[in-house]
């Protein structure tokens, strides 16, 4: 106790002398001209709190992320001081490796030299007994002030524009020199656009009634989402003093700002609805084979996207450190590549494969089960779900019944902001493969000979029979492209959902319905519906704020939709009754 | 083809002889104690998918349309039974599913449930309600065949997703459980149960009687035309789309009933009974036993819940979902009538095989050759 009265005593008569020494003043001018360690030191040593705070904001001058080190430092109580006992305090800093006694070598603040005593031999302190420069609040708020301002002119574009959203909290008046200065010498025009708006919003709280005004256009002009709740207040509160003018411009940025928000939704919707529809159509492509093009409705359709996932999941396994499977109690090992980088190639080698496994397990299937079943379609229906009860077992017996974790590939995750619309790259990813799939099914149909005899067989099966096509071959192919392109859709599917042996449950009643309502014999059917689907489903969700009634209502929607055009949208006209 | 079943030789008196053990027989051997009371409310709960199995049938075996729905309404059925029992249970209590969702009294639509005639009603109005609209709707636009499978699928995944909901005020995805009584008797005592078991018994031996009559009669008759050539029926100026609809909802009705009596046999009801693949099932039990006839989507409903209770505990557990997919697999491809149309089968292959005998005999010059020895009798 009476060791700090003293100590706090004669550091109160030493920092006198100190100002004396270094010949300082409070006074900024002469503070510009020191370097920030001097600056940093000398307020350490201040009598006063406003004279350390004084001290402190003079930094403002020229921020420099030296400052906010020695200032981190300091609000850290890394910075000491030393007194010599003679009244005369060093600021100063811990060096080198711990002595035996737990005391450190000291280093002065304000140069970086090695604080020697007159004697010349290095002084050396026990941070537990010397004392630590302190900090109060209002000092830590004068630190945070000039560190702020050095985060403004970071030359990271991300932390600046991160530095620069922030300034706008709290609308402290004071800051907006600063801004203002940024905004003339900013090149960058995101970072134009922060400090607009920025600039704005503090202006809302200007005390000239012209500038708020401006402060109000100027949000409308920009249609700035961060200003929403404090243009709200800003009304409510001009309402309150019956300041016309500025109820008018404050509701127009408001009603500018919402008209904003609606269209951000409406594009996000129609974007998340264009996904959704992808994903619909890369599901049902291949039913829209099997089942639109062949008449056969294959219930295990989702048995085969979850083939394809699990193909996927092989894969990369493969890719990296191998796989252990025991399925029927006998364990089998898949050896890993340990391929560098595997985590982001293996998926364009998992595409192919999945697709070719896929359609082998589907040539099985059509030569076991389906041959038999083409003049049966309602049989075809209850064989196959058949068949995909005991492949969701096969797949729970080999790969476990729990979920396989399958990696996104760097390049998938990520996403991409324009005009506040956020676009996932992962869904920019779906529509793109769906339009790859499109285009591949298209080739495949119009421009192969396969897709030649395809059509022909199921124009007229008789017909092409007798033309010497030998039909049979025709269907197994067709069925096992359809089985493929199902493949492809797990494969995909493995990105963005979970991979389980019933995921691909989830999907047969959606896959159905998109080909029912497109058109049975119809792709470009297939592909509308889809869209439809998913643009109807994602509004009836941002309408209703809720997935589930959106769902129930598309299919409502697709009922009623039904009664219009029994057929589907696209209907293959024929004079023969059923 | 042959529009009148193999199975028609089933004889009356077998008829009569299986309801005097189901109604009788089994009720008094469970009073004497040779049947475990679990024994018993596991034959209830068969006896149930006995009566939808029916209910599938009636549309799918005689009228032709393959209704994925059944369960829906089944369920409907079940949630009808299970507004009036949590009515009954609990006394002044608010039961969970409604203090969860913050609710501190009934909702309005449950007060009238403690009646059981209303209940009752209500098992009547919903489903029959929901298959007239939507029978209607479809009908109307003349949806058929894998159309008509793949709509009624979607009402039932729809109507799922919606009983999932905890807002519904249905209990969300735990449904109603905790019984109490019914009735006034408690659902707890022996007795309530066979009287539960009874009261099954009954409803299926009418639902048989009922369906026999229906079918035999010339509505019957017009029903398996539809089934066998809507146009010619159609041009033959009925109204299809009326029979279709009016059997329609006769069968949501009957699976409707199976629900409700199914529900305090097993003391919940909850929304995963209605998932797709429940309906599927039920067409299973349909298959296996025979469509066409009345008896033997009975016999395949029992018979597969028979051999999943047993086979579905222990270590055959999971092969349970292959022998059933596999099964049903066979089924579709070498037995299309069914368990009872193996005597016809057998019947086929034995003619079949002794035309081929015949005709290795030396045939006298005035028989003509036998040209059709395809195995057409076997596989229609």
């Known amino acids: ?29 002469q503070a510009q001209e020191k370097s920030v360690k001097e600056t940093i030191a000398a307020a350490t040593v201040a009598t006063t709190s406003d004279e350390q705070r004084e001290l402190v904001l003079t930094l403002k001058l020229k921020p420099t992320p030296e400052a906010v080190t020695w200032l981190e430092k300091w609000k850290a109580g890394e910075i000491f001081l030393h007194d010599d006992g003679n009244g005369v305090i060093t600021p100063v800093t811990l060096t080198g490796a711990e002595g035996q006694d737990g005391s450190f070598a000291t280093l002065k603040l304000i140069d970086g030299t090695p604080y020697l005593a007159a004697d010349g031999k290095p002084i050396v302190i026990n941070p537990k007994e010397v004392e630590a420069a302190e900090t109060d609040s209002g000092l830590r708020r004068a630190m945070k002030e000039v ?38 010498t900013e090149k960058d025009p995101d970072a134009i656009h922060a400090l607009d708006e920025s600039i704005a ?33 800003i009304l409510a509160e001009a309402e309150k003093a019956q300041d016309k003018p500025m109820i008018a411009a404050a509701g127009e940025a408001l009603r500018s700002i919402e008209g904003h928000i609606s269209r ?63 399925p029927f109690g006998v364990s089998m090992s898949i050896p890993g590549l340990h391929l560098a980088g595997g985590a982001n190639t293996y998926f364009v080698f998992a595409l192919p494969a999945s697709f070719l496994i896929a359609a082998l397990v589907g ?65 920019v990813f779906v ?30 099966r008789n017909m092409a029979a007798c033309m010497g096509v030998r ?35 989830l999907y047969i009643v959606d896959s159905f319905m998109t080909v029912v309502v497109g058109g049975v014999g119809n792709i470009l059917g297939t592909v509308i519906s889809a869209l439809g689907i998913g643009m109807s489903d994602q509004t009836f969700q941002q309408y209703l704020g809720n997935p589930v009634l959106g769902k129930i209502l598309v299919l409502g929607a697709i009922i009623l939709f039904l009664q219009w055009r029994p057929a589907g949208l696209f209907v293959t006209r024929s004079r023969s009754l059923d | 083809m042959n529009n009148q079943p193999f199975s028609s030789r089933v004889h009356l008196p077998i008829l009569i002889v299986s309801a005097i053990v189901l109604l009788v027989v089994v009720p008094v051997l469970h009073g004497t104690g040779v049947i475990s009371d679990y024994t018993l409310g596991n034959w209830g709960k068969y006896l149930c998918y006995g009566i939808l199995a029916i209910s599938i049938d009636l549309l799918w075996g005689y009228t032709g349309l393959l209704c994925l729905g059944q369960a829906l309404f089944f369920t409907l059925g079940g949630y009808m039974m299970g507004m009036y029992l949590v009515r009954m249970a609990g006394g002044t209590e608010l039961p969970t599913f409604l203090t969860m969702v913050g609710r501190t009294e009934w909702p309005s639509f449950f007060l009238p449930f403690s009646s059981f005639p209303f209940a009752v009603l209500m098992m009547v109005l919903v489903p029959g309600l929901l298959a007239y609209v939507f029978g209607f709707l479809a009908f109307r636009s003349r949806i058929k065949g894998v159309y008509f499978s793949i709509l009624t699928q979607a009402l039932t995944y729809g109507a799922a997703l919606l009983f999932f909901r905890n807002e519904l005020l249905m209990g969300g995805n735990n449904g109603f459980t905790n019984f109490d009584t019914m009735l006034g008797f408690s659902l707890r005592d022996v007795s309530t149960k066979r009287g539960l078991y009874i009261a099954t018994a009954i409803l299926l031996v009418a639902v048989v009687t009922l369906c026999k009559w229906l079918t035999g009669s010339r509505f019957g008759l017009i029903q398996r035309a539809i089934r066998d050539s809507e146009n010619r029926v159609l041009f033959s100026g009925y109204a299809t789309a009326n029979f279709k609809l009016f059997v329609f909802v006769i069968s949501a009705i009957i699976a409707s009933f199976a629900g409700a009596l199914f529900v305090p046999q097993v003391g919940i009801i909850n929304p995963s009974e209605m998932e797709t693949s429940k309906s599927l099932e039920a067409v299973v039990w349909v298959a296996l036993g025979g469509r ?89």
């Open chain 1, 471 to 505: 039909t049979e071959r025709v269907n197994t192919m067709t069925f096992a492209f359809g089985c493929g392109l199902a493949g492809l859709a797990g494969a995909f599917l493995s990105q963005m959902a979970n991979v389980g042996p019933s995921m691909g449950q």
């Open chain 1, 147 to 184: 560190s702020d301002l050095v985060a403004l002119a970071d030359p990271d574009l991300a932390k600046r524009l991160r530095a620069i959203k922030d300034s706008a909290i709290g609308q402290k008046l004071e800051k907006l020199p600063a801004l203002q200065q940024l905004r003339a």
């Open chain 1, 264 to 326: 951000i939704n409406a594009v996000g919707t129609a974007f998340r609805g264009l996904s959704l529809g992808s994903v619909l159509l890369v599901v049902a492509i291949g039913l829209a084979i099997t089942f639109g093009l062949m008449g056969v409705i294959n219930m295990a359709h989702g048995e085969f996207i979850a083939v394809g996932a699990y193909t996927t999941y092989v894969i990369q396994n493969f890719f990296a450190d191998g796989l252990k499977l025991s």
């Open chain 1, 201 to 233: 919003i503090i202006q809302l709280r200007s005390t000239v009634p012209a500038e708020r005004i401006a402060a109000c256009k100027k949000i409308a002009e920009i249609h700035s989402l961060t200003a929403y709740d404090t243009v709200k207040t």
């Open chain 1, 431 to 460: 529509i793109g493969f769906a339009v790859l799939i499109i285009v591949i099914t298209w080739l495949v149909l119009n421009k192969t000979s396969l897709g030649l005899l395809i059509r022909a067989v199921m124009q007229n």
């Open chain 1, 363 to 427: 040539i099985a299937l059509e030569r076991s089960v389906i041959q038999f079943l083409y003049k049966r379609p309602l049989e075809s229906l209850l064989a196959t779900w058949g068949v995909s009860l005991v492949m969701q077992q096969v797949l729970k017996f080999i790969f476990g019944s729990n979920n396989v974790q399958v990696s996104s590939p760097a390049w998938l995750s990520g996403s991409w902001t324009v005009n506040d619309v956020l676009f996932g790259w992962n869904r």
């Open chain 2, 292 to 380: 066409g006839t009345i008896v033997g989507p009975v016999l395949g409903a029992v018979s597969v819940n028979a051999l999943k209770s047993w086979a579905s505990t222990g270590a055959t557990a999971d092969f349970w979902p292959l022998i059933l997919g596999a099964s049903f697999v066979l089924v579709v491809l070498f037995m299309p009538k069914g368990i009872f149309g193996i005597p016809g089968q057998i019947r086929g292959l034995m003619a079949w095989l002794e035309r081929r005998k015949q005709r290795e005999e030396p045939s006298p010059p005035s028989r003509k050759p036998d040209n059709s020895p395809t195995p057409a009798a076997i596989d229609p």
């Open chain 1, 1 to 29: 106790m009476l060791k700090s009265i003293i100590t706090s005593l004669s550091r109160r008569l030493s920092t006198c002398l100190m100002i004396g020494l270094v010949g300082l003043s409070a006074g900024f001018a």
